[in-house]
C-alpha cells in the first residue's frame, strides 16, 4: 500500500516560522552571503528562490523528512520572511525549479558553511565534556544511502553484501564528534570504497587540536596514521586488534605497560613509537559475553592518566554511534534514503543534515548547561519534535 505524504499547514503558524530560525541562528544570512561570494555562488539577478533561501530550505530538509520538497520551502521562504519583519506570502515553485537551484547552489556552499560552523561546542568543565582538562572526542564512520540512480552508483559505489550487492549506493561519513554533547565537529564524505582509515589520514591533520582526548575503534589502527594523529599533539586512546605485537617492556603502578610499536615496513624494528597499553575484560550483568579490549595511548603516565580511569573513559566512544542513530533514525524518520539523485546534491544534502544536527545539539547543549545537566539527559528525539512544532526563540534574519 502507497505510503501517504505528510503536509504541512496550509497556513504556517509561528511555530513553523520559529524553526527556521533555529536553523538562521547556526548560520546567519551576513555568513550565507559571505559564503556565496567566496564561490561566486551568489544570486546574479532577483529569483523565485535566490541562493540563501535555497541554503536555509536544504538545512530544512532534514527536519521535516517526510514532507513534499514543496512544503518544506514553503515554510522555509514563509519563515525567513516572517523573522525579517516582512509579511509572509505564498511561495510556489515546481520539483524542477527546486532541483534547478539546488544544482545552482552546488554542493561547495553547504560544505565550506560546515567548515565554517562546526566547532567544539562545551566550555571548559561543561558536565560529561571533558576528562582531566582534555576535550573528550571520538572518531568513526558510517554509511549513508543515496538514491538509486545511475549517476550516485558510480560515484558512490555499492557496499558489498553477502549475496550480490546491496539496495542502494552508500556514501561513506566520517565524523569527530565531541563526546559530551554529540555535537560533530568536523566531517568528510567519500565514495564507499574509500576506507575510512584513509579519509582520516587526509583530514585528521587539520582535525585534531592539543586539548583533544581522541578515541577510535581498531578499524583505525595503523603505524602512519597513528604517526599523524601524534603529530597534531592530542591525546589518543585507539582500541588494537589482539593480532598486533605489543610486548610489555616495563609494566607499570596501574597494570599497564610500556610497549613500542613498528610499521609494518620497518623489518629492522629502528623507528618505532613508545605507546602505553591497557588490557581488560568486561564481564558481568549486562555484558552478553566476556570481551576483552586492549588500548594503546600516548598519554605514558599513569599518575597523570589512571588505567582504570581510561578503561572507563573509553566506552564513552560509542557516544558517535548514538550521533549516527540520531542522522539515520531521528532525523531521517521513515525516509531511510537520502532524497538526491545525483553526487553534487547528495554531498549538499549531507551538508545540510550536519549543519541541521549541529543547530538541535547546539540548542540541547544550551539548555542542558543551564540547569547544570549533561547534555546526555535530553533526548534529541523529543528535541526535534519541539524544534519542529514550538521552539519558543529564534533569531532574527535580516529582510
Known amino acids: 500500500m502507497a505510503r501517504t505524504r505528510k503536509s504541512l499547514p496550509e497556513k504556517v503558524d509561528v511555530a513553523h516560522l520559529i ?11 551576513a555568513l550565507i552571503d559571505e559564503v556565496l561570494q567566496e564561490t561566486g555562488r551568489a544570486s546574479q539577478r532577483n529569483r523565485l528562490l535566490p541562493a540563501p533561501a535555497v541554503v536555509y530550505y536544504v538545512m530544512a530538509l532534514a527536519l521535516w523528512r517526510d514532507a513534499p520538497l514543496e512544503e518544506v520551502l514553503r515554510v522555509v521562504c514563509e519563515g525567513l520572511q516572517w523573522l ?8 510556489q515553485a515546481s520539483k524542477s525549479a527546486i ?8 554542493p561547495e556552499v553547504m560544505q565550506r558553511l560546515a567548515q565554517r ?4 561546542l562545551a566550555e571548559p568543565g561543561a558536565p560529561g565534556s571533558w576528562y582531566r582538562g582534555l576535550r573528550v572526542m571520538a572518531l568513526d564512520g558510517s554509511g549513508m544511502d543515496v538514491a538509486d540512480e545511475r549517476a550516485n552508483a558510480e560515484f558512490f559505489g555499492y557496499p558489498t553484501a553477502t549475496r550480490g550487492q546491496s539496495a542502494f549506493p552508500q556514501a561513506r561519513l566520517l565524523g569527530l564528534v565531541e563526546c559530551g554533547t554529540h555535537a560533530v565537529v568536523a566531517a568528510d564524505i567519500a565514495p564507499y570504497a574509500r576506507s575510512e582509515r584513509a579519509m582520516a589520514a587526509q583530514r585528521l591533520p587539520q582535525w585534531l587540536r592539543q586539548d583533544m582526548l581522541v578515541m577510535a575503534d581498531r578499524g583505525f589502527y595503523g603505524f602512519k596514521l597513528w604517526g599523524l594523529a601524534c603529530a597534531s599533539g592530542a591525546a589518543l586512546l585507539w582500541r588494537v586488534n589482539s593480532v598486533l605485537k605489543l610486548p610489555a617492556q616495563q609494566v607499570l603502578s596501574d597494570g599497564s605497560y610500556l610497549s613500542t610499536v613498528f610499521d609494518s615496513t620497518d623489518s629492522a624494528r629502528r623507528d618505532g613509537r613508545l605507546v602505553r597499553v591497557i588490557e581488560y575484560t568486561l564481564t558481568g550483568a549486562g555484558v552478553a559475553a566476556q570481551e576483552s579490549y586492549r588500548l594503546v595511548t600516548n598519554l605514558l603516565d599513569p599518575e597523570a592518566a589512571p588505567a582504570l580511569e581510561l578503561a572507563a573513559l573509553y566506552h564513552e566512544r560509542w557516544e558517535i554511534e ?9 532525523l531521517r524518520a521513515a ?8 553526487p553534487d546534491l547528495v554531498h ?7 549543519l541541521a544536527h549541529f543547530a538541535i545539539r547546539q540548542l ?13 539527559r535530553l533526548s534529541f528525539s523529543h528535541a526535534v519534535r519541539v524544534i519542529r512544532r514550538k521552539m519558543p526563540q529564534a533569531a532574527a534574519v535580516p529582510p
Open 19 to 29: 524553526s527556521t530560525g533555529v536553523l538562521a541562528s547556526v548560520c546567519p544570512r
Open 84 to 91: 525579517g519583519g516582512g509579511e509572509s506570502e505564498a511561495v
Open 99 to 106: 532541483s534547478q537551484a539546488r544544482t545552482r547552489l552546488g
Open 117 to 120: 560552523v562546526l566547532r567544539p
Open 322 to 330: 548514538g550521533v549516527f542513530d540520531e542522522f539515520k533514525t531521528h
Open 335 to 342: 525516509s531511510t534514503v537520502l532524497r538526491s539523485k545525483t
Open 348 to 354: 549538499q544534502e549531507l551538508w545540510g543534515l550536519l
Open 364 to 376: 540541547m547543549a544550551q539548555a542542558a548547561w543551564q540547569r547544570g545537566l549533561d547534555p546526555d
